[in-house]
């Protein structure tokens, strides 16, 4: 559905009621409030942020070239057979070194899909497994590597395919914890090993980085807006700054290609180099050791590449790069202080936990698999709507029945149904199901976006919809019992417990009044209502008084700077005189 903005003077609501929202492809989603006239710093990330690369071409060559890593160091040249398969990998999956399996969780262990190699376990062989179908990830432990970044995709692809190729092999024999082949022992843990160093390999001292580079139209996405909307960002009077773990010599390239227009931000001015946009540019930041304690700040040659000697103190030049470092030094040259900044990243753990824990900048997670969960979303509607049938079905068969009845009503037909469904809802997304659910379960990786990401989308482009001035404000996070149970719905209270609510008055007329309990014929436990005076005891309150200001954090964004003022403050004086009394 296409919405359209209102026009000064016209509802804000669209027809059907609801309030205006734009198109999901721009729309811009809120966990937390965020309000954009309070940023004055916007940092960014480079690799899946700025610089997008193609699914599935780019995954492809990362996954083809660590194969070929993997031959060489001695792995069978059969692997050179396979090819990736974009509809396999997903991510937020858990890799159990232990077994081999990888693992689809919910934020609190308990497994969700279980895959060995290509084989996709049941429950009852989890079992075996995963006592309760549960597993913790444990601090200081490494039987856990959760693979989290976009990067991670073919090496999530390459397990699967060299666990299976290896545990059918017709002379190999299986065991619990890895794979023998005559007199060799394959644990799951040396195969991880050994794919790990292939990749930091490929990245490092192969040719991935030069490939990419020489075919920058077949890997890398060349956003025209980009220029436009950093340039907006600092006409709104906030600096912008570039913090990358690649190093100078790839982000020049990959920068450089991206800001190549024959114009600048706008199609009617200069063109201007891509260092121009940007108030400071950090390369080898080595995130998330960058929110820690970092490397030392070093000034780069941008003719050599060469760095200075010493590590940098001096104020943030124009047109200059700088190595290393850490955030809370790029914090005190630039003046930036917590929720000042907003960082955009892809990588949930380097680039949003770490900024958020360590200096509680304000984040954007960039999630370009969202375009797809958003597509599944509107276009299987009607799996959506079957499986709230069924729930509707199941609610029916239970309706006359209490704790008198001993009879069991057969739901095994409706069980069938829901988990059919599910599954084929499931398949819609991929072979892992959604990024963000199972079913009616939340991922872990859903539960990372949710604690630390304050803001998220497809692409940061969707800022360029915004006003600098915006109020993102994040939605009700309703319960069970909130989301289930209508406004509608009469409900009077059946508990022991006393009634917490002291009525709230908006009127003048009754500010300065406090409250007492009075007897109440119909409740042992008394009622609330307004009394002139505060009770005391030798000069000393008995009571709370309600509070007369904005006291309760209700968004992120709230500042106690900005409180509202307090009651007394915007009384006639006789009125504040007559409170002041009173609570003497």
Known sequence: MTSQKPTNGSSP??????????????????????????????????DYTLAVYKSPEYECLNFN???????????????????????????????????????KVDPYGNILVCVHGFHFMSAAEISELYPNKFIQAQPNDDRIYVLNTLFNLPETYLLACLIDYLTNSPESVVEKTGVRIGDVFMSYISIHNDVRAAIDWV???????????????????????????????????????????????????????????????????PWRPWKSYFDAIIVDARKPLFFGEGTPLRKVDCETGKLALGSYIGRMQ????????????????????????????????GDILKSKKSHGWRTFLVVPELAQELHVWTDKQDLFSRLQNFDHLLADVYRELDSRHKEIPDISSLQKAIKE????????????????????????????VIRFADLYATSFINLMYYPFSYFFRAPHVLMPHESTVSHDTKFEPESPMATRARPWESNMAT??????????????????????????????????????????????????????????????????????????
């Open 13 to 46: 609501f669209s027809e059907d009621g609801l309030a205006y929202k734009r198109e999901a492809p721009h729309r811009v989603f809120v966990n937390r409030s965020l309000r954009l006239d309070k940023i004055k710093y916007y940092g960014f990330d480079m």
């Open 65 to 103: 070239q660590v194969v070929k890593r993997m031959v060489d160091i001695g792995y069978p040249e059969d692997l050179l057979k396979f090819e990736y398969d974009p509809s396999f990998p997903v991510r937020g999956l858990w890799f159990d070194r232990t077994f081999g399996n990888l693992l």
């Open 203 to 269: 990245h490092i001292k192969g040719s991935m980085k030069q490939e990419t580079v020489d075919n920058m139209d077949k890997y890398v996405v060349k956003e025209p807006k980009i220029p436009m909307l950093l340039h907006r960002m600092r006409e709104a009077g906030a600096k912008v700054f570039l913090v990358t773990n690649s190093d100078y010599w790839y982000t020049e390239k990959v920068m450089t290609y991206l800001f190549d227009y024959p114009h600048g931000p706008t199609d009617d001015s």
């Open 318 to 349: 124009p047109n200059t790069v700088y190595c290393g470092g850490n955030s809370e030094l790029l914090s005190e040259i630039m003046g930036a202080k917590g929720k000042d900044v907003l960082y955009v990243g892809d990588h949930i753990f």
């Open 421 to 448: 469904v599910t599954h084929e809802m499931d398949m819609s997304y991929g072979m892992m199901g959604s990024l963000f659910r199972s079913g009616s379960r939340q991922t872990y990786f859903a539960n990372q």
């Open 511 to 584: 500010r300065g009044r406090s409250w007492s309990v009075e007897p109440d014929i119909s409740s042992p436990r008394g009622r609330l209502t307004q009394a002139a005076t505060l009770p005391c005891v030798d000069g000393h309150k008995i009571r709370p008084m309600l509070p007369r200001q904005i006291t309760h954090t209700h968004d992120e964004d709230d500042d106690s700077e900005e409180s509202l003022p307090s009651e007394e403050d915007t009384m006639d004086p006789a009125s504040a005189e007559a409170t002041q009394v009173a609570e003497k």
